[in-house]
């Protein structure tokens, strides 16, 4: 990152701040909102995205927002997949700054109903050396356009970010592998990358003290290598403290539990659990993480999209199926948007892949009943 850019202790001291904040955050939809947040917050601007890019690298299989409010988001419905401005950040990752988005030539307009936007700033998030994603900041608050300064920051701060998602992607691995091989070698990356790469951090961190001449910021960076110190500390015992091999491993039920009970931060309620048949004993070792996935999947839905105050989790096993059910009371389904997001449309594959379905329904009382159905062998 160049710090030569930066001039500004303030912002500096926002910095440190924001990377320390992202990086607090084990879950992945927790740490993505967090980037977000402070990008906006760190460059003044009035809207910021974060676009994760698909497996194939071509387009946005996720698009997590701010600054836009649910009012007006459902009046642009879909969300973007990666053309125009946004589409060229995909082809060339290279930090990007506008004075005026709109007269640029790869630029597409906007949809009805989009707030309008001129000045932008868009920079490349890489986990290791693969592009993750790109943030996207658009009209710069009190001035016609981003400054050097501003992509600084973000440039920095997405370099943390690429450190947060990959720690992460780790954890979850960590959470839904039950093969005692995988657990061991993720427990190996933990230890040989993702602590590595936050030594390096703090001693890049470290690095900026001689040409800071500022009491408090020295101090302040003094504070968060500490505060990384304590986050290696921690890593180290997570590794220590890894679920028991798979002869020892929780049953469905248990594990079911456990997600519901992870998803209680973002939703700000724990969800209401019901189980029904032989679950334990019909869901078996290939129907097992695919459920699972989907039921994070669907949560986290909910949590970002439903503004829902009450969930009903339910998992079935009878009549020779398996069918998780996730029901809540919150807006229901969009009118101006196709409920054909990459997230659903993830879970459908995973019900497919398995001989079953995915449905999405209007709950008479309000909100949106997600079923998910596989057989499973008697």
């Known amino acids: 990152m160049a710090f030569e850019a930066l001039h500004d202790p303030a912002r500096l001291r926002a910095l440190l701040a924001s990377v320390l ?3 607090s955050d084990l879950e992945l939809p927790g740490v993505l909102q967090r980037v977000v947040d402070a990008a906006r917050e760190l460059t003044g601007a009035r809207y910021g995205a974060l676009g994760v890019l698909d497996p194939q690298g071509k387009g946005l299989a996720e698009f997590v927002y701010t600054g836009v409010d649910e009012e007006v988001a459902q009046a642009v419905g879909h969300l973007p997949e990666g053309a125009g401005i946004l589409g060229l950040l995909i082809v060339d990752p290279r930090p990007l700054r506008l004075a005026d988005l709109t007269k640029h030539p790869d630029s597409v307009g906007f949809p009805p109903g989009h707030p309008p936007m001129r000045s932008f700033l868009g920079v490349p998030i890489r986990v290791r050396d693969e592009v993750f994603g790109n943030l996207y900041l658009t009209e710069k608050v009190g001035a016609p356009e981003f400054s050097e300064e501003d992509e600084a920051l973000a440039v920095a701060l997405a370099g943390a970010a690429g450190l947060a998602v990959g720690n992460a992607r780790l954890y979850a691995r960590v959470r839904e592998l039950s093969v005692a091989a995988d657990r061991e070698r993720i427990a190996r990356d933990l230890h040989d990358r993702v602590i590595q790469q936050l030594f390096a951090t703090g001693l890049a961190l470290q690095s900026v003290l001689p040409v800071t001449e500022v009491p408090e910021v020295r101090e302040r960076i003094q504070e968060a290598v500490a505060e990384l110190d304590d986050t290696i500390r921690q890593i180290r015992t997570t590794i220590f403290a890894l679920e028991p091999p798979p002869a020892a491993a929780k049953g469905v039920r248990a594990q079911v539990l456990e997600v519901c009970a992870e998803a209680t931060r973002s939703l700000g309620f724990e969800p209401e659990v019901r189980f029904v048949g032989t679950v334990d004993r019909s869901v078996d070792g290939a ?36 069918e998780l059910t996730v029901a809540d009371d919150g ?5 101006a948007r196709a409920p054909g997001g990459r997230g659903l449309a993830n879970m459908a594959e995973r019900a497919a892949a398995l001989g079953g379905d995915l449905a999405l329904a209007s709950r008479p009382g309000g909100g949106t009943a997600l079923s998910w159905r596989v057989p499973v062998r008697g």
Do not use: M, Q
Not at 331 to 335: H, Q, R, S
């Open 21 to 23: 904040a992202v990086e």
């Open 287 to 322: 129907v097992a993480p695919e459920l699972l996935s989907t039921l994070r999947e669907a949560l986290s839905n909910v949590a970002r999209h439903a503004r829902a105050r009450h969930v009903e989790v339910t998992l079935s096993a009878i009549d020779g199926g398996v």
């Open 331 to 335: 807006v229901g389904i969009p009118t």
